[in-house]
């Protein structure tokens, strides 16, 4: 079921191409040349981040950001819809921490807040610690996480945050290639004058769905 390891374009990875000029080779950026971590927020994705970032291979070579698109359904005296995605940079945090951080705030206190996330890959083991504390400390939220793919599953201490987030109330589930398919009409960005492109499944998008669904009901069972 496995994909072969790719070795993406920086733009692939979300970072431009930078190359010395007079040179062919790419211009190697050090980690302590990068700017300070940040958050990107905004309502759509650029497609050939989607492509990469989303896709359910085994094997993530390359794909070390977390791409997060989120719908918040508050009910309460004023429902309200709203949706967005984060991505992270550098790895300095999460985009699962960001959200916490900087869009549940926003939203109408003491209100129920159903919230669903469509995320590249499933938390780390700090961020599902995090996820877990929010559930329990705030009530009136509902959250439902579709993850690409596994993040490092074969891990115990990650297979135990897994299961401590189904405890805590989180739903768990794997996308569906209908669920990619949402995320590209909604999430995903059209090049500029261009018409609205469908979405083209990759291959094996439905074995791969299967292998992660299997290996998740193996860990939360």
Same mark, same amino acid.
């Given at each position: 079921?496995?994909?072969?390891?790719?070795?993406?374009?920086?733009?692939?990875? =979300?970072?431009?191409?930078?190359?010395?000029?007079?040179?062919?080779?790419?211009?190697?950026?050090?980690?302590? +040349?990068?700017?300070?971590?940040?958050?990107?927020?905004?309502?759509?994705?650029?497609?050939?981040?989607?492509?990469?970032?989303?896709?359910?291979?085994?094997?993530?070579?390359?794909?070390?950001?977390?791409?997060?698109?989120?719908?918040?359904?508050?009910?309460?005296?004023?429902?309200?819809?709203?949706? =967005?995605?984060?991505?992270?940079?550098?790895?300095?945090?999460?985009?699962?921490?960001?959200?916490?951080?900087?869009?549940?705030?926003?939203?109408?206190?003491?209100?129920?807040?159903?919230?669903?996330?469509?995320?590249?890959?499933?938390?780390?083991?700090?961020?599902?610690?995090?996820?877990?504390?929010?559930?329990?400390?705030?009530?009136?939220?509902?959250?439902?996480?579709?993850?690409?793919?596994?993040?490092?599953?074969?891990?115990?201490?990650?297979?135990?945050?897994?299961?401590?987030?189904?405890?805590?109330?989180?739903?768990?589930?794997?996308?569906?290639?209908? +669920?990619?398919?949402?995320?590209?009409?909604?999430?995903?960005?059209?090049?500029?004058?261009?018409?609205?492109?469908?979405?083209?499944?990759?291959?094996?998008?439905?074995?791969?769905?299967?292998?992660?669904?299997?290996?998740?009901?193996?860990?939360?069972?």
């Amino acid at each position: 079921m496995a994909e072969k390891q790719e070795e993406p374009s920086n733009a692939q990875n =979300g970072e431009p191409d930078n190359a010395e000029e007079g040179e062919g080779k790419k211009k190697k950026v050090k980690r302590e +040349d990068l700017p300070p971590f940040e958050i990107v927020t905004g309502e759509r994705l650029p497609a050939i981040f989607f492509k990469f970032q989303f896709r359910n291979v085994e094997y993530s070579s390359g794909r070390n950001k977390t791409f997060l698109c989120y719908v918040v359904e508050t009910q309460g005296k004023e429902p309200a819809t709203s949706r =967005g995605y984060l991505e992270d940079e550098h790895a300095a945090a999460h985009a699962e921490m960001a959200f916490f951080n900087t869009i549940l705030p926003t939203c109408q206190a003491g209100a129920r807040h159903d919230v669903t996330w469509y995320v590249s890959s499933s938390p780390c083991v700090t961020c599902a610690q995090r996820i877990c504390e929010a559930l329990r400390k705030n009530k009136g939220l509902r959250l439902t996480i579709m993850v690409g793919r596994l993040f490092m599953w074969e891990e115990p201490e990650m297979q135990a945050a897994l299961r401590s987030m189904k405890e805590a109330g989180c739903k768990l589930r794997i996308m569906k290639p209908q +669920d990619f398919e949402y995320v590209w009409k909604n999430f995903v960005e059209q090049e500029e004058g261009e018409e609205a492109k469908s979405f083209v499944p990759w291959e094996d998008i439905q074995e791969n769905f299967q292998y992660y669904e299997e290996k998740l009901a193996e860990i939360l069972h």
